[in-house]
Each structure stands twice: as C-alpha cells, then as structure tokens.
C-alpha cells in the first residue's frame, strides 16, 4: 500500500479530555497498534471531545481532538462527520459497535473510503428495531473486525451483518513483556477479572479444591476490581481447609503492577462464559503463563484453537479439573513457548496491525 494512503482511526464516544494525547494515552491498548503502520499509511487519530478541539502532530501520528456535545443516540454527528471528510481518508476505522447509523451518513459523504467497524466488548445480536437498524447500515460498511469470527455467529446467522464482511482481528493489546522465568514459581496459578457471575470464580475454586488433593502446594492468587460475588467466594474458600491454604484473595492492584505478577505464576486460569475478547488473557500470554481457560470463540482465536492452552466448558469443573491434572503434567517450557509465539503472531500491536492492513487490501481487491 501507498503511504500516501490516508487512514483514520475514528472514535464517536465523547471523551472529555483537552489533549489528543491524553486520550491516545486511555485507548492505548486499542490503538497502540498505530505506530506500526507507520509505514504503510497517512495516520489520522480522531475522537470527540466536550472540551475544545485541539490537534497534535507526534510524527507518524496526526491527532485530532473535535469539539462537541456528548452524543445521543438519535443525534447524528454532521459536523463531526464532514470533518473527517476533510481529512480525505481512503480507510477508517471505527471503534464501538453502537454508532452503526453515524456510518449510513459517513459512507454517503465518502462512498470510496473503506470503512471497518470494530467490536469493542462483548456485542450480542440486537433485538426489535436496533436489529433493522444494523441490517440496514450493513449495506453501508465495509468490513466487521471481531476477535474469531466465531464470535460474530449469532450476527451472521441471523441475517443482520454480511458474513463475508467479517474478519478476525484481536481487539487490542498490550505493552507487557515475558521477562523470563527466573522469579516464576512452579504451580502457581493466576486469576484476573471480575468476581460476576460471567467471569465464574466459583467454579474455578471448585475444581481447584479438588486439585488441591493432588497438588497439595499449588497456589491460586485472585486478583480483581469488581467484587460482585465476593461474599460467595469468601464463603466458599471459608468452608474448606484446603482453599484456605491454597488460595490467596489479594483483591484490587494497580495495572501498572500487574506485569511483573503475571511474569511470577506459571498458569493464568479463567472461567468465562462469554467475552468480546480477552485483555487480560493477552497480558498474561505475553507474559507467558499458560492459559487455562473455557474454550469459548474468542479464546479459541487468541490461543490458535487451543493449541497454547488447556480448555474447559464453562461451568464445567469437572472438564476444568481434568485441565488442571493436564497442564501440571506437560512440558510447561514447551507450551509456554507456544503461548509466547502465539502472542507474536496474532495479539500483538505489530500483529493486530499487519492483520488490519491485510483486511484492506482484501477490501480493495474485491473491487478489482
């Protein structure tokens, strides 16, 4: 591709920030990936902001921070929406699945420029009129990016999104690093997420009661910012001597800290029944635990189908305990290099950014 291609990375949400840099600094798992299609393209960052607009020229990035009110869902941004047309992008890319009717308006303004939509989170199918609306803006965008196309299933099945349109591309990533296995200490498990009832804690404790009989010094450290099923979780490991002594509940510790505890456990280990992608799961990958993790769409993407990690129906403790004798007994050398190839190859920036310009020129050919 030309460099003289211009692309532009869009967000609607209204921040309320003054400096585009501090917004890039928020987004930067998202949009970290910027910096290394550098050489590929014209680089644009644009978003809202309730302050005043402002831009920033940090070479190879333009960023733009727009003035305007936080917008409603009826309201449709014209302003906002010609000023990215002055801009002249050949290719945008969109973040959040709830402005699909901004980009009716957007493509009518730029029928040539390529527009991707990004899902950012979990998105289930809509229901009633939000499923026409989405049916209808699909014949205006290009292309869907989802973490596994799998994970796009309900949508395409149903007839509301175009299934060619849809790619897969992991979500965002992260600037943690592996840094050797020095101070990793053996059997040693790591859980980070929410205490709800989606993320599962109370099986993961069940199957590690269990496991517990086998390996009697395996250590489990929780580690979460949502507390919602707290009070169960502290009954339960209350219940037992084995989870009082094999599980530590160490609560709420700043991101910035969490890359050196990752690089400490052996194993990450999560419950979830359904997610838009996996944040942490990622950090953890390229810090090189090996995931121990329900084989839901998403994590069957970030972990090549299983291949760099051990899998369980969700709600399943048994399947999970079968996992658990597994990943103990493997070559935890081996697998953990799979886990740190897997990172570079597919969630990494560099990876999410050479997948993203793939998908445009796919756009582009199909024109030809």
């Known amino acids: 591709m030309s ?28 949009v970290g990936y910027l910096e290394k299609l550098a050489t590929s ?15 920033s020229e940090d070479k190879p990035l333009k960023a733009f921070l727009f003035k305007g009110k936080k917008l409603k869902k009826w309201m449709i941004p014209f302003r906002f929406n010609w000023f990215i047309k002055s801009l002249q992008p050949d290719y945008i ?5 709830g402005f699909v009717h901004y980009l009716v308006f957007l493509k009518m303004i730029l029928p040539k420029s390529k527009i991707l939509l990004q899902s950012n989170g979990f998105a289930p199918k809509p229901k009633g009129i939000k499923k026409y609306i989405y049916k209808i803006a699909d014949r205006f965008i290009d292309g869907y990016l989802f973490t596994g196309i799998e994970n796009a299933k309900p949508w395409y099945e149903n007839n509301i999104l175009t299934k060619s349109k849809i790619f897969s591309v992991m979500e965002g990533s992260t600037y943690f690093k592996f840094s050797g296995n020095e101070k990793r200490k053996p059997n040693t498990f790591l859980w980070v997420g929410r205490l709800d009832a989606n993320k599962d804690p109370l099986t993961i404790l069940k199957a590690f009661e269990r496991f517990l009989n086998i390996e009697v010094n395996a250590i489990l450290t929780m580690i979460f910012h949502e507390n919602h099923l707290l009070l169960q979780v502290q009954d339960l490991i209350l219940s037992s001597e084995k989870l009082k002594k094999g599980v530590i509940v160490k609560g709420y510790v700043e991101h910035h800290l969490l890359e050196e505890i990752y690089n400490e456990n052996e194993f990450f280990i999560l419950g979830s029944h359904y997610e838009g992608s996996g944040y942490a799961l990622s950090e953890a990958m390229a810090c090189g635990c090996i995931p121990i993790i329900t084989n839901i769409p998403p994590f069957q993407y970030m972990t090549d189908k299983s291949n760099c990690a051990f ?3 969700p709600e399943n403790d048994d399947e999970l305990f079968e996992s658990l004798k597994k990943a103990v007994s493997t070559d935890t050398i081996e697998m953990q290099q799979k886990v740190l190839e897997q990172f570079e190859r597919k969630l990494s920036f560099r990876a999410i950014g050479e997948d993203i310009k793939s998908i445009f ?8």
Not at 41 to 55: I, K, Q
Not at 361 to 368: K, M, V
């Open 311 to 313: 899998m369980f129906t």
């Open 93 to 97: 890319l969109v973040h959040g699945f």
């Open 3 to 30: 460099k003289d291609k211009i692309f532009v990375d869009l967000f609607y949400v209204t921040f309320s920030f003054k400096k585009p840099e501090e917004v890039l600094k928020k987004c930067y798992s998202t």
């Open 361 to 368: 020129e796919t756009l582009e050919s199909r024109l030809n």
């Open 41 to 55: 393209f014209n680089l644009y960052f644009v978003a809202r902001t309730t302050e005043y607009s402002s831009f």
